[in-house]
Nanobody, 124 residues
Framework: QVQLVESGGGLVQAGGSLRLSCAAS????????MGWFRQAPGKEREFVAA????????YYADSVKGRFTISRDNAKNMVYLQMNSLKPEDTAVYYC?????????????????WGQGTQVTVSS
């Protein structure tokens, strides 16, 4: 089992950057595929990015490709989401999630553990 705590959200102007962090508990962090999802008001939760267990593979939603970068540090039990060139449509609560699946997954149904979320607001 793993517990996840996100941080780093906030208010930023369009074109700006933020770095989200997710701290994981437990000694088996490298056993999990890690993902970031987001949910805007009135919308369903959507996939943003995911990274394989040892960081060798990443996958992004088309809407963030080229602007966001996911990374992880297994020694520190941390996963990050660097967000550049932010747009107002990136405004959402961002969630860190962990999946026991071997390969990268993009469906929220395949992630068993979730953080509480961190708010990102991008002003125009």
């Amino acid at each position: 089992q793993v517990q996840l705590v996100e941080s780093g959200g906030g208010l930023v102007q369009a074109g700006g950057s933020l770095r989200l962090s997710c701290a994981a508990s437990g000694r088996t962090f490298s056993s999990y595929v890690m993902g970031w999802f987001r949910q805007a008001p009135g919308k369903e939760r959507e996939f943003v990015a995911a990274i394989s267990r040892f960081g060798g593979s990443t996958y992004y939603a088309d809407s963030v490709k080229g602007r966001f970068t996911i990374s992880r540090d297994n020694a520190k039990n941390m996963v990050y989401l660097q967000m550049n060139s932010l747009k107002p449509e990136d405004t959402a609560v961002y969630y860190c999630a962990a999946s026991i699946e071997v390969a990268i997954r993009t469906s929220s149904n395949e992630y068993s553990y979730w953080g509480q979320g961190t708010q990102v607001t991008v002003s125009s």
